[in-house]
């Protein structure tokens, strides 16, 4: 991949200025490679549209200053003005952000070790409301509209072998709102895996809790139908030196928008978010996710790959991330990288990093997205590589970076073979 | 015994201005065994003779051919070609991101040879190709080419060169970017390579340097898309003392007969 755009900056000791100038700015530039869109027949005409929006660094627009609330009411009408919606066609929401969700949720069937226990609650359990706060109207519809929530509890000390499979199977287009509260007791480990599958129209919250010192990874599979609408939060809260890493991955559904997010309440502790998108033509996958470093000496490392073909594929990825005045000797790093496979794809992408201490150990993001080239191509095939193999060689490897975090085999597996299919449809 | 060859071959690319011819009518055999350097100036058209054969799609071939034992290459994509035995170790070795060298070599033999060779020998062979050339055994670990000093980048291309085992061998001046040690280490792998008795070189360079390590047969030198004069090694050295200065940018092969008809008058 030939990096059209791309933007680093890693800071050591920046100065006390909450805001880092310019950050928008870098790395606009082509490079020269790309500047001239070379045209040439061998690998068809993959030429991307790209755009680095603003917010770098726009006071307004900081993350600190967000509306949160449980109800629908204090979100104003979605105008798709908004920043948070700017990129989403919200015409295609098939009235989550419009509709009383009321239709069927996906079921949710749970199979996991007897040392997890599984809960199905109402509405005043006194556990719903533990992680998450709404930072949307259409989390909060979600929120005012769902009648019942899965309670997925990881008792304290204990160490899950194998992992916890939640599987979520759509019901249906009718617009829906689904809870899921992710309880890792203090020092506890365990893996659990949010499947996505069939054909919904569906708001959900996630709710994630990460006790003091336990370690969690949750992964959020999104192989909905083509026809599938669905808008995720999926809020963290982590303890002192808790570990929490999460993986989403998108490949099905007509408009999937997942917005993840990862709260420090104390010192100490490590966050890892990781994506893998993959969008055809037609497609919306947005991705949007927040780091909050409120506390001092924690970690957190983000890194989402994309790949995109077709007509109007579209991507979005948005990183916010935020060192607070307290979160002295933060080390953070977010990057973002898409592969656009054909013409007419689009990937969005906006790392937002925004700094009110000098005091950190690091802060970095970068970003970029460059287009299947021609070069690599013919480098392959200058050794004897047919062009179908060349193709998914480059791809299966930009990918695999991601494939590779989730460490349960099986789902490993499950994605190698999901990126092959999603590359075979794209003989073009 | 193969042959390929290379007749009356014109070349031309598409750019801004217009259609612009760069090969006028260049030809070439070259039989197996057979070392032939081909020497000229910048912007003579040496690469873009290299990058014809290799089938890279930006150079348009208005008339010629291009054999291989009779069979024409002009015909056979990118791939064809490599897997038919043409092998070119580019001046600008490519980087692909995301691509590991263990996996593209592994790749790249299995469609060459049409099986994928058996697992043992070939990290072995793979093993022992990369120390001869002096390279760092966790470059199978890297992505093909990326981060790759220059001079890596050439060894690399060497080392598949050895590996693959092509039928004929296009060196685009491999020799630029390398210091004397790098050079030697290169040499001998071309030389190596050579010494198996299946494959013929065209080597293409602009400095006579290499040659000390790899000895030439035939030297072609190449000016304005044209060969304008051809000998045996004797020649490289002559080129050594006196330049391309002599070959006037723009004259052909006949102005050059004619003044060297006139300087022996
Ligand atoms: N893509 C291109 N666009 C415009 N001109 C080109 C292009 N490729 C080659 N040329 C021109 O064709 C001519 C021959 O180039 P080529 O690269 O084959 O020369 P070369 O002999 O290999 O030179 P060098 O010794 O610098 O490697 C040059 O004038 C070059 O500018
Ligand atoms: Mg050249």
């Known amino acids: ?428 | 015994m193969s042959t390929l060859e290379i007749k009356d071959l014109h070349v031309s690319i598409d750019t801004e201005q217009g259609t612009k011819e760069i090969l006028k009518g260049v030809s070439l055999t070259i039989r197996t065994g057979e070392t032939h350097a081909i020497m000229g100036p910048n912007g003579s058209g040496k690469s873009t003779l290299a990058s014809t054969i290799a089938g890279h799609p930006r150079y348009n071939v208005t008339s010629g051919t291009i054999t291989l034992d009779g069979e024409d290459v002009l015909a056979m994509s990118v791939d064809e070609r490599a897997r038919a035995g043409l092998f070119l170790a580019m001046q600008y070795p490519v980087e692909v991101p995301g691509v590991s060298m263990t996996n593209f070599l592994r790749t790249a033999k299995t469609a060459i040879d049409g099986e994928a060779p058996k697992l043992r020998t070939w990290t072995k062979d793979v093993k022992a190709a990369m120390a001869q050339l002096r390279i760092d055994a966790d470059f199978t670990q890297r992505n093909v080419n990326e981060g790759f000093s220059g001079g890596e980048k050439k060894r690399v291309e060497i080392l598949q060169l050895e590996l693959f085992k092509p039928k004929f061998a296009i060196l685009d001046e491999t020799d630029s970017g390398l210091d004397v040690d790098a050079l030697k280490v290169v040499s001998e792998g071309v030389n190596r390579a050579h010494a198996e008795g299946n494959m013929g070189t065209l080597l293409i360079t602009h400095y006579t340097r290499i040659l000390r390590y790899i000895k030439p047969d035939f030297v072609h030198v190449f000016v304005d898309g044209q060969v304008v004069e051809e000998g045996g090694p004797e020649l490289a050295d002559r080129l050594e003392e006196e330049g391309y200065d002599r070959y006037a940018t723009g004259a052909g092969a006949a102005t050059i007969a004619a003044a060297d008809a006139a300087a022996q008058a």
């Open chain 1, 1 to 428: 991949m030939t990096d059209i755009t791309t933007e680093k900056a890693r800071i050591g000791a920046p100065s006390a200025q909450p805001f880092i100038n310019g950050f928008t700015e870098e790395g606009e530039s082509l490079s020269p490679l790309n500047a001239a869109e070379s045209k040439a027949p061998l690998a068809g005409e993959a030429v991307k549209r790209h755009s680095h929006g603003g917010g770098v660094g726009i006071p307004d627009s900081s993350r600190a200053g967000r509306l949160t609330s449980y109800k629908l009411a204090d979100f104003k009408p979605l105008t798709g003005m908004e920043e948070d919606w700017r990129f989403t066609p919200l015409k295609r929401l098939r009235g989550l952000h419009t509709e009383v969700l009321n239709g069927a949720a996906p079921s949710v069937s749970v199979t996991a070790p007897d040392s997890v226990t599984v809960e199905t609650v109402g509405r005043d359990d006194r556990r719903i409301g533990s992680a998450a706060i709404p930072e949307d109207r259409v989390s909060a519809n979600a929120w005012e509209n769902f009648t019942e929530a899965t309670v997925i509890t990881v008792p304290a000390e204990v160490q899950v072998d194998g992992e916890v499979s939640v599987l979520l199977t759509g019901q249906g287009t009718e617009a829906s709102a689904q809870h899921v509260v992710i309880v890792a007791e203090k020092f506890s480990k365990a893996v659990v895996v949010l499947d996505h599958q069939g054909t919904a129209v569906v708001s959900e919250n996630i709710e994630i809790v990460v006790g003091d010192g336990a370690q969690l990874t949750v992964i959020s599979l999104q192989e909905w139908n083509d026809d599938a609408v669905h808008a995720s939060s999926q809020q963290a809260k982590l303890g002192r030196d808790a570990k929490f890493k999460h993986i989403v991955v998108s490949l099905g559904g007509d408009l999937v928008r997942v917005t993840p997010s990862a709260r420090f309440t104390a010192p100490g502790a490590e966050v890892e978010l990781f994506g893998l998108y993959f969008a055809d033509a037609g497609q919306h996958l947005e991705q949007r996710l927040f780091v909050d470093h409120s506390v001092p000496n924690c970690k957190s490392n983000v890194l989402y790959k994309g790949a995109l073909q077709g007509r109007n594929a579209h991507t979005v990825w948005v990183g916010d991330v935020l060192i607070r005045k307290e979160a002295e000797g933060t080390d953070t790093y977010e990057a973002n990288r898409n592969l656009v496979l054909t013409d007419g794809a689009r990937a969005d992408s906006v790392p937002n990093l925004e700094i009110e201490t000098g005091l950190i150990a690091g802060a970095g993001h970068a970003s970029a997205t460059g287009r299947f080239d021609d070069q690599h191509l013919f480098y392959l095939m200058a050794r004897g590589i047919p062009e179908e193999v060349a193709r998914r060689l480059v791809v299966r490897g930009f990918l695999n970076e991601i494939i590779q975090q989730i460490k349960v085999p099986a789902i490993e597996e499950r994605l190698t073979d999901a990126v092959e299919r999603e590359l075979a449809a794209t003989n073009h």
